[in-house]
């Protein structure tokens, strides 16, 4: 059965630095990967997905996510981070069985 | 086209009491499910479909029931709600199964609050 592990439960940032999300999976297969944002009392937008295409993944809002098999990582990354872009952050797995796994998320704290 | 939608989007039960979370979506999605999000945790998947007909087991079952009798709607029912039940619930749809990297779109939640 396929599982997925957020590293941090809060991340806090600088306004303009780089920020830096951790996501590990497990899974028999080849996964599907995501990840999802919740801003405050919304619901759940994607913001990128992986599907075997390429390993490095661009998705909305400058955000991007590099799918690293050996390592069973798929970090979310974005080079500068802003203001609107605290929310809380899922890495979510799925695999052949329709199961769909959410971590348990990481909240990213913006700083001015 | 709407999407997905949930209602009610607030409830407060007493313990012991029956109710059903609506779910529906005009997408022609064959994938449905239903998840909880609780502090800390994530969000749990409760029970999911993959078609009018079939649904089955997710994470944390216990205490909920599903059917599918049409593609659009997929109704959660709390037979005898506890307050270990206090929650959102968000109810999710895709084109197909998670296994085709499918993504999900989400409702709007519902909040339920069981004393």
């Known amino acids: 059965a396929q599982s997925v592990t957020q590293l941090d439960s809060h991340v806090s940032v600088s306004e303009g630095t780089p920020v830096l999300l951790r996501c590990n999976y497990s899974?028999?297969?080849?996964?599907?990967l995501f990840w999802y944002v919740q801003h405050p009392n919304k619901g759940l937008q994607l913001l990128l997905k992986y599907t075997s295409a390429a390993t490095l993944v661009k998705g909305i809002n400058g955000f991007e996510a590099e799918f690293k098999k050996s390592e069973t990582s798929f970090h979310l990354t974005k080079p500068s981070a802003h203001m609107s872009d605290a929310a809380e952050y899922f890495c979510?797995?799925?695999?052949?069985?329709?199961?769909?796994?959410f971590g348990k998320g990481t909240r990213l704290h913006i700083l001015p | 086209n709407a999407g997905v939608t949930q209602t009610p989007k607030f409830q407060v039960l007493k313990t012991g009491q029956s109710m059903t979370l609506q779910c529906a979506q005009d997408?022609?999605?064959?994938?449905m499910s239903w998840y909880r999000q609780d502090p800390g945790m994530g969000l749990r998947l409760i029970h999911y479909s993959v078609g009018a007909g079939i649904t089955d087991q997710g994470e944390v079952p216990n205490g909920y029931n599903v059917s599918r009798s049409t593609t659009e709607d997929f109704p959660l029912r709390l037979l005898s709600a506890a307050p270990s039940q206090t929650s959102v619930y968000f109810c999710?749809?895709?084109?197909?199964?998670?296994?085709?990297?499918?993504?999900?779109?989400f409702g709007p939640g519902t909040r339920l609050l069981v004393l």
């Open positions: 979510v797995v799925s695999d052949r069985d329709d199961k769909i796994i």
């Open positions: 997408m022609n999605h064959e994938y």
């Open positions: 899974s028999s297969y080849s996964p599907s």
């Open positions: 999710a749809s895709s084109l197909r199964g998670g296994g085709v990297s499918e993504t999900q779109y």
